[in-house]
């Protein structure tokens, strides 16, 4: 069964510094999103990605956040200066068309210190 | 603020038994509803779609109450490897686009 795959699966940083979360979607999905929990949480949504643009954004989805689509396979999410409460599992989901359910990565845990 | 919400268990049932699970949301223009499961420190994996005129998957059975704006799920003869939150999860098309809005979750464990 095709997978979306995220690296790394844990990642720790100190606050303040950036982060870059990877995430490779299946190859024929066309769209893409980030989502996170914190620990104990709901999954909240972050933004998602269509068509080499945003397509939507949470109020999460600050200026310290962006997302890229740098070749055909890759899906990132970085963070640009860390702070302790975006310390989360980082969600990478992707949709072969709208309407259907989602297919999630496993996860990045990202700890801030 | 548009919600979902749910009964955050845990439910503890013991193997074979039948267990039902509540979901209500707040946003009324709402047009898709899944059942999703996520295992412990794991991605949500979905479960199944909820359509209008409830819906079926083997041991699972979803149903769809639009005028309440409440979802139900219900597994039959449950089994240990049920054990797992299960996620209630909705998508506003028109207003929010692909957006998932998720439940807190409800736990279940199932017991020998």
């Known amino acids: 069964e095709p997978e979306v795959t995220q690296t790394p699966s844990h990642q720790v940083t100190q606050m303040g510094q950036e982060v870059i979360l990877r995430c490779v979607p299946i190859?024929?999905?066309?769209?893409f999103y980030w989502y996170r929990q914190i620990l104990g949480q709901k999954v909240e949504f972050l933004v998602s990605f269509y068509n080499n643009e945003i397509s939507e954004k949470s109020e999460i989805f600050d200026d310290q956040f962006s997302v890229e689509r740098p070749d055909g396979s890759n899906f990132t999410l970085k963070i640009r200066s860390t702070k302790l409460e975006d310390s989360a599992m980082y969600f990478c989901?992707?949709?072969?068309?709208?309407?259907?359910?989602?297919?999630f990565g496993s996860g990045t845990r990202l700890t801030v210190v | 603020r548009k919600e979902v919400e749910q009964d955050p268990g845990p439910f503890n049932v013991p193997e074979g038994a039948t267990v039902a699970f509540n979901c209500t949301y707040s946003n009324s223009a709402s047009q898709s509803f899944f059942w999703y499961r996520q295992d412990c420190r794991k991605e949500p994996k979905l479960l199944m779609s909820v359509y209008s005129s409830g819906n079926e998957d083997g041991r699972f059975t979803a149903q769809l109450n639009r005028a309440s704006q409440y979802i139900s799920l219900l597994i039959r003869d449950s089994k240990l490897s049920d054990s797992a939150t299960y996620l209630c999860v909705v998508n506003d098309w028109a207003n929010a686009g692909n957006m998932l809005t998720f439940g807190g979750g409800t736990r279940l464990m199932v017991k020998p």
């Open positions: 989901a992707s949709q072969w068309d709208s309407g259907y359910g989602y297919t």
């Open positions: 190859s024929n999905h066309l769209y």
